[in-house]
């Protein structure tokens, strides 16, 4: 048996799998409970880690649309002084303010600009012939072109850009100029946040439990988290992993551009068709008065690329700044109590379910496996041909198992000494069946040498009387007696040790037996003209019951010897011989016609016969298959050319070595 076949390992194999499905459906059931857990915490999770920045990012907003708004009405008045601009720039006290200015439209003569720049003491100093060293014309720069398409009184904001003279990163809120109703020019604040990433950003930027991204209106990163400079790097790869939580919000537009769409490609060289378009839509809303809202919207990423697990992403648009915010926050510390809660249970869920995956183990063993076991040990421990009576200590359905087992046992082992009974008292029947022929031919054989006697009693009278008995004649008289007396003593010896039960298991000469078993056949054998050869190719020696085999040889013959006279075969003839080989046996074939091949098969079945009723028993023929199995032989039958061929094929078991 293979170690994989036995029930231990089974056992074992089984409250192991019971154990871990057990640990996998508690995983399963516990990681979906975290992903709902997750769900529900997450937008309150984002909420609160953001409240703060975004409520002072639209501080931000407000306070520099409320400057550049005080700088367009001063630069409205027809007294306009321009140092008064730098006195409102100084307003901000947060200093994100790097630079701004007045830009005024041309009316028949050159542009005048007044742009201040904030210098390393915090003062602000205006750049002397700006437009001259930018080397631009600012009436077709983004921010002079927004401005001049608002109301008055309205505000907008330009994307990042370097500005050409201070080289400084930046972003331009702007409003227009209106004297009299009249456009005249632009007000601008420039705005540098990075300047303001301690103040606000911080604990974002710098925080390991989460990162942070800000962008202008196209995308632009602005202020962002260390962890992100892969991905900045590959703008497009950085959109596709946002799009589905709202990231690079789109906003809806028409195929076709607008007439304000156009108006602003053909001012200024710095709009894209779809960015155009964009910003006449945000700029009709704003001229229709439609409150722009703050755009929030948050999910759940489940192979997030920076944290590599799940975790909560949010997006929040800020209107007519453009601002795109992006906060991300891993699932272990949005659920950081859940998960240690989580881990705990899964631990005690894993001990309990080991604990009783080795006390069933142990309690199947005890209860199942150790008395098979011992069941199995005392059946191997019997002989093949005895019978035991099992014994357990279990009182349960593997015991109630045993007390039938033995109930059968004991039941078998009367029905095996029954038939072992039967079967030697139909080898008896058989015998005795075989008696009265037998005693009949003793008879035939005695005959002839009681008349030989009767005339020898006769001849030594006259020869009494004629004076012819004399020493020499007693002796040979003598002589003549013992031959007869010794003929039938001979006779009468096989026949009586025929007949005689053995138990005695010996070797024998299977030869030997052959030439026994025609002496006691040979009155019949010559009464009915039946020549018989014998033709022992090798001498075989068997180990059994000498008389029973002798039983097996008589039976058959006297089979034969019946079959000659039913079907009227005047030639009449046996051959026995021995084969060896591979496979040693004994034939014995008859001339006799053959057995029918409709019952050829049931000839050695019990109580089976083909003779009329009264004169067959069918018991002879199964005595000899059964004497054959004694013998570890095999006995069969079948037909040939001119009758019927009986052979006993031995095994290996039907020898023994003498002594």
């Known amino acids: ?91 901000s006290q947060e200093n994100e303010i790097v630079s701004g200015g ?62 050409p003279v201070t080289k400084i990163r930046m972003i331009t809120v702007v409003s227009p100029v209106y004297r009299d109703g009249q456009f005249v020019g632009v007000a601008s604040v420039d705005i540098k946040l990075s300047l303001k990433q301690k103040q606000i950003f911080s604990k974002l930027v710098d925080s390991d439990e989460r990162y942070f991204l800000l962008t202008d209106r196209i995308g632009e990163p602005l202020i962002y988290s260390q962890e992100l400079a892969g991905l900045i790097k590959k703008p497009q ?51 229709s008065g439609h409150a722009e809202k703050l755009l929030f919207q948050s999910n759940i990423i489940y192979n997030d690329p920076v944290f590599h697990e799940p975790s909560v992403v949010a997006a929040y648009y800020f209107p007519h700044t453009g601002f795109q915010m992006l906060i991300a926050i891993p699932e ?24 009783a995956a080795i006390f069933g183990f142990l309690l199947i063993r005890r209860s199942v496996v150790e008395p098979l076991q011992s069941i199995g040990e005392q059946i191997e421990t019997t002989s093949d041909e005895g019978f035991i009576m099992l014994e357990t200590k279990d ?26 009974q039967n079967e030697r008292l139909l080898l008896q029947q058989s015998k005795m069946a075989a008696m009265g022929e037998m005693l009949d ?48 003593t001979d006779t009468l010896g096989t026949f009586r040790s025929f007949f005689r039960p053995s138990t005695e298991l010996h070797n024998f000469e299977l030869g030997k037996v052959i030439e026994d078993v025609l002496l006691l056949a040979k009155d019949e054998l010559t009464k009915n003209t039946i020549n018989v050869v014998v033709d022992l190719e090798v001498p075989l020696t068997l180990y059994g019951s000498e008389n029973e085999f002798k039983h097996l040889l008589l039976n058959v013959i006297n089979n034969a010897k019946d079959a000659f006279i039913d079907n009227g075969i005047k030639t009449r003839e046996i051959i026995i011989k021995t084969i060896g080989g591979e496979t040693p046996r004994l034939e014995i074939q008859d001339s006799a016609g053959g057995i029918p091949e409709s019952v050829i098969d049931n000839v050695f079945q019990a109580h089976f016969t083909t003779k009329e009723e009264g004169k067959g028993t069918g018991i002879g023929l199964y005595m000899s298959s059964q004497i054959a199995q004694k013998h570890h032989a095999k006995l069969r039958v079948e037909n040939r050319e001119k009758g019927a061929c009986f052979t006993v094929e031995f095994s290996e078991l039907s020898f023994r070595a003498e002594g």
């Open 1 to 91: 048996m293979k170690w994989y076949h036995s029930i231990k390992f089974k056992n074992a194999f089984f409250f192991l799998l019971v154990a871990s499905l057990f640990v996998v459906a508690m995983m399963l059931f516990f990681t979906s409970l975290k992903e709902q857990r997750l769900a529900e915490r997450a937008e309150s999770a984002v909420t609160l880690a953001t409240n703060d920045v975004v409520k002072r990012l639209l501080l931000t907003q407000q306070r520099n649309e409320q400057i550049v708004e005080d700088m367009a009405d001063v630069a409205s008045l027809q007294m306009f002084d321009p140092m008064v601009i730098t006195k409102l720039l100084h307003v």
């Open 332 to 355: 272990h510390i949005i659920l950081k109590d859940t998960i240690a809660v989580y881990d705990k249970i899964m631990i005690i869920t894993a001990v309990f379910a080991a604990i």
């Open 395 to 420: 009182k349960g359905e593997i015991g109630l198992l045993v007390d039938k087992l033995n109930e059968r046992s004991r039941a078998l082992q009367v029905s095996r000494e029954n038939e072992m």
């Open 102 to 163: 007045v830009w005024f439209e041309a009316y028949g003569s050159a542009p005048k600009a007044y742009f201040f720049h904030r210098d390393d003491k915090g003062g602000f100093f205006m750049i002397d012939e700006y437009v001259q060293k930018s080397g631009l014309t600012y009436e077709q720069m983004e921010f002079y072109v927004l401005a001049k398409a608002l109301k008055e009184g309205e505000t907008f904001w330009t994307k990042a850009y370097t500005d």
């Open 441 to 488: 031919a003793v008879a035939h054989q005695w005959k002839q040498p009681l008349n030989a006697l009767s005339m020898y009693a006769e001849l030594i009278k006259m020869d009494y009387e004629e004076g012819e008995v004399d020493a020499a004649y007693i002796e040979q008289f003598q002589k003549d007696i013992e031959t007869q007396i010794n003929h039938m």
């Open 237 to 287: 790869k950085l959109k596709g992993q946002y799009t589905s939580v709202g990231f690079f919000f789109e906003h809806q537009s028409q195929q076709q551009q607008s007439v304000l769409a156009k108006k602003l490609m053909k001012a200024s060289a710095d709009f894209t068709a779809e960015e155009a378009n964009l910003l006449a839509h945000e700029l009709e809303h704003k001229n």
